[in-house]
């Protein structure tokens, strides 16, 4: 299998002592990354309180859950299936006003307008979006989550499909599609920071043709690149990945490689 590589950088750069961080030891050096580079993006560590909802299909079924946070950078849009339910279709609209979600004019959501959406072919239990902002913290946003979603047997077989929302305010129009709110969260000085315990929430565009991935934590320091650790068999589809660190080795760039 051909390899495709995919790196995150964590801005980070960061002394550990002057953050309380312990030191750990040396990991051993090992080869840097056939393909070197990074790219500037939030290190997706949840800024004060992220937003959970309910995903209801068939306007009472509950099916999931839609989960909102932001770095300092990024605003993410976590969609999670469980119960045997699983994704074929996904779509959001973000606006920083409800008349500005894409509506008719009878105040019924244009779906096919929202400027977020995918296909799911396979179908996914988990699809997380995100976009890069550049509002102030305590911004109003207005979103509304749609996904269409089946429910499988034990075979996997389908037998049945609904259309699910995000569980908020309805719309004006006469169906019962909602929207939700959401307050950009203040990241304060925090979000450099790298420390033994820290949750990195790790997202990529899925890779073509590849079904698992290796995640890997990369640290370099003085031009000498280090793997810290790795994990392999994560589902590349989902795109998404919780990773706790452990083991910091002081001031230094660290980033994320997804390896398929």
């Not at 990773?243 to 760039?253: A, F, K, M």
Request: hydrophobic share 35%.
């Amino acid at each position: 299998m051909t390899k495709k590589r995919l790196l995150f950088a964590i801005i980070l750069l960061a002394t550990v002592g002057a953050y309380g961080c312990s030191e750990s030891e040396n990991p051993v050096a090992t080869t840097p990354p056939a393909e070197v580079g990074t790219v500037s993006l939030g290190d997706g560590i949840p800024c004060g309180d992220s937003l959970v909802t309910i995903l209801y299909a068939g306007q009472f079924i509950d099916v999931g859950t839609v989960t909102v946070y932001n770095d300092q950078d990024d605003l993410f849009i976590r969609i999670e299936t469980t119960g045997g339910w699983w994704m074929t279709e996904s779509h959001v609209a973000v606006a920083t006003t409800l008349e500005d979600i894409p509506q008719t004019g009878k105040g019924n959501p244009k779906v096919g307008h929202f400027g977020l959406w995918a296909e799911h072919d396979p179908p996914v239990t988990t699809y997380t979006y995100s976009i890069g902002y550049e509002y102030e913290p305590g911004v109003e946003l207005f979103l509304a989550a749609h996904a269409v979603v089946e429910l499988h047997d034990e075979n996997g077989q389908r037998i049945q499909e609904e259309t699910a929302w995000a569980d908020g305010f309805e719309f004006p129009g006469n169906n019962w599609a909602t929207y939700f709110t959401y307050l950009i969260q203040d990241c304060g000085g925090e979000a450099n920071e790298i420390c033994d315990g820290d949750l990195k929430v790790i997202t990529w565009d899925p890779l073509e043709g590849v079904g698992l991935v290796r995640v890997e934590l990369y640290y370099e320091y003085e031009g000498t690149a280090y793997l810290v650790d790795s994990v392999t068999g994560v589902d590349n589809f989902e795109g998404y990945y919780e990773w706790i660190v452990e083991g910091v080795y002081g001031e230094g760039t660290y980033w994320f490689q997804i390896v398929g």
